[in-house]
């Protein structure tokens, strides 16, 4: 495909403001893009106005997933850009946009990918599937979905198209989100023992989950341990008065060794004897996601390592990440091998200004192919 043309592809899709809500338009957009093509083109609605879009290309032979996501981050303000942030703009080499990084370029360099394979004039050797989700940026429900629904459970390898400057991700954190609701009596603060204290088992949840946490001693031996993050706390209305609600937030990164469930099982407990004792606590989690465990042993990631080696002389290294992707979700079919490898270095996501530099998307479209080509003949 012409530079241009692959160009206007991503231009596109940053023209779309698929703001956690509007990602059927993306969907729509991909879909068109090969309406002239044999491709089997599969809508799975999660909410109106939000498409999930499975696109599979070829007839026969090893099954390759492709995945990107369709939804960005919002933008806090447009004066804090230089550029318009739904509409590209390329200056000195590097194209700028909400989601140029994360992960509009990735998923473009795909669909590129996908169209210059097709247009190859010779038969698939193998075939792709690329999954395109909807708002992974709040949860990974997309892909949640997806995986529910069956569509990554009869594929062989997934490439995961988040920035990692074109690097072999193989690793990530896990993340669980929760908050804890604290109820209590308000009375004149005079006579405290008339009324309940709401902030006060938030104070003990703190001390006990911050003990119990760290009494784990796992270590992963690229991701580091697990962190706790108490991220937000609020609570009573005025100074003389004993609180009747608080709440706080909380953030975990989570690692492989030291499980989601685990670490939520403790925290439940720590709540139950604390409400056994008096208190009135809720904790909720909102979309929890598990850690990806090493990927590094899978012909997967060897594979992908040794092709930006010898076609693209980059040095293929196996990286860890921090934050969930997709993958999270997608790990759950058993068996499947899981790589995250994208164009952009991803240290404009979420930030006014994002880019990606036109080199290393151009260079993200050619891998994608290469690696799909590889991939048919070796697996
Ligand atoms: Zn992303």
């Known amino acids: 495909m012409e530079k241009q043309q692959a160009l206007k592809i991503l231009s596109d899709l940053i023209a779309i403001p698929s703001i956690n809500d509007q990602e059927a338009q993306v969907a729509d957009y991909i879909a068109q893009l090969f309406a002239d093509y044999p491709a089997q083109v599969q809508r799975v609605r999660y909410a109106p106005g939000r498409d999930n879009l499975v696109v599979t290309i070829g007839e026969k032979g090893p099954l390759l997933g492709f995945s990107g996501h369709e939804d960005v981050v919002a933008v806090d303000s447009n004066k804090d850009w230089d550029y318009p942030p739904f509409s590209a703009t390329i200056k000195d080499g590097k194209l700028y946009g909400r989601g140029a990084s994360d992960m509009k370029s990735g998923l473009a360099a795909m669909i590129v990918a996908m169209l210059d394979l097709l247009n190859n004039g010779q038969p698939l050797a193998g075939r792709i599937r690329l999954l395109a989700s909807v708002g992974e940026e709040t949860g990974e429900y997309g892909a949640a979905q997806l995986t529910q629904a069956g569509y990554a459970s009869d594929l062989q390898g997934l490439v995961i198209g988040e920035p990692t400057d074109l690097q072999v991700r193989v690793t990530h954190k896990g993340v669980i989100d929760y908050k804890l609701e604290s109820l209590g009596k308000s009375v004149h603060s005079s006579q405290p023992d008339l009324g309940k204290n709401a902030i006060l088992p938030l104070i003990e949840f703190v001390h006990q989950a911050q003990i119990v946490l760290a009494a784990d001693n796992q270590v992963d031996s690229t991701l580091g341990k697990l962190t706790h993050v108490i991220s937000q706390i609020q ?64 012909r997967l990631a060897q594979l992908a390592s040794h092709v930006l080696q010898e076609q693209f002389h980059l040095s293929g290294n196996l990286t860890a990440g921090v934050g969930a992707t997709d993958a999270s979700e997608y790990h759950q079919v058993q068996n499947l091998p899981i790589i995250i490898v994208g164009p952009a270095d991803g240290t404009t996501d979420h930030q006014p200004n994002e880019y990606v530099t036109v080199a290393k998307y151009l260079r993200g479209c050619q891998f994608y192919q290469a690696l799909a080509q590889a991939f048919w003949q070796e697996f």
């Open 235 to 298: 609570g009573g209305s005025q100074i003389n008065t004993v609180p009747a609600h608080a709440w706080l937030t909380g953030n975990i990164r989570t690692i492989p060794a030291y499980s989601n469930e685990l670490v939520m099982q403790q925290l439940d407990k720590i709540v139950q004897q604390l409400n056994a004792s008096g208190a009135q606590l809720k904790i909720t989690y909102s979309y929890p996601e598990p850690p990806l465990p090493t990927q590094a042993h899978t």
